[in-house]
C-alpha cells in the first residue's frame, strides 16, 4: 500500500495551492484520512482530517482557509488551501488509516509547500 502526494510549491502570501494524495495497492477499504505538516525545525502537527463519511476537522489556524476533501470511489484525500500565508510553509503529509486484514497507518511521502514573496 503506497500514499502518494503531489501539489505542492511556491506560492505567494495569499495565494493558493491544491494538494492530493491518491492510496494505491491491494486493500479493503481506506477508512479516515488527514492532512499533516511539518516546519522546519518543529514538530509534525495536524492540518485537518475527514471520516470515511465526509466529516471534518480542522486545526484553528487554518479554518475559514483549507478544505479537506476526498473521493472514496479513488481512494483520494485532497487539500484546498487558500489565502495562505508564510507560517503556512511546511513539509505537508498525508496520512490514512487503511484496512488490509487489520486497520493499519500509512503516509504519504510528503510534498514542501513555501509561501513566499
Known amino acids: 500500500v503506497q500514499l502518494q502526494a503531489s501539489g505542492g510549491g511556491l506560492v505567494q502570501p495569499g495565494g493558493s495551492l491544491r494538494l492530493s494524495c491518491a492510496a494505491s495497492?491491494?486493500?479493503?477499504?481506506?477508512?479516515?484520512m488527514a492532512w499533516y505538516r511539518q516546519a522546519s525545525g518543529k514538530q509534525r502537527e495536524l492540518v485537518a482530517t475527514?471520516?470515511?463519511?465526509?466529516?471534518?476537522e480542522y486545526r484553528d489556524s487554518v479554518k475559514g482557509r483549507f478544505t479537506i476533501s476526498r473521493d472514496n470511489a479513488k481512494n483520494t484525500v485532497s487539500l484546498q488551501m487558500s489565502v495562505l500565508k508564510p507560517e503556512d510553509t511546511a513539509v505537508y503529509y498525508c496520512?490514512?488509516?487503511?484496512?488490509?486484514?487489520?486497520?493499519?497507518?500509512?503516509w504519504g511521502q510528503g510534498t514542501l509547500v513555501t509561501v513566499s514573496s
Open positions: 495497492g491491494r486493500f479493503l477499504v481506506v477508512s479516515d
Open positions: 475527514i471520516t470515511r463519511g465526509g466529516r471534518t
Open positions: 496520512w490514512a488509516e487503511i484496512v488490509l486484514t487489520r486497520l493499519a497507518t500509512f
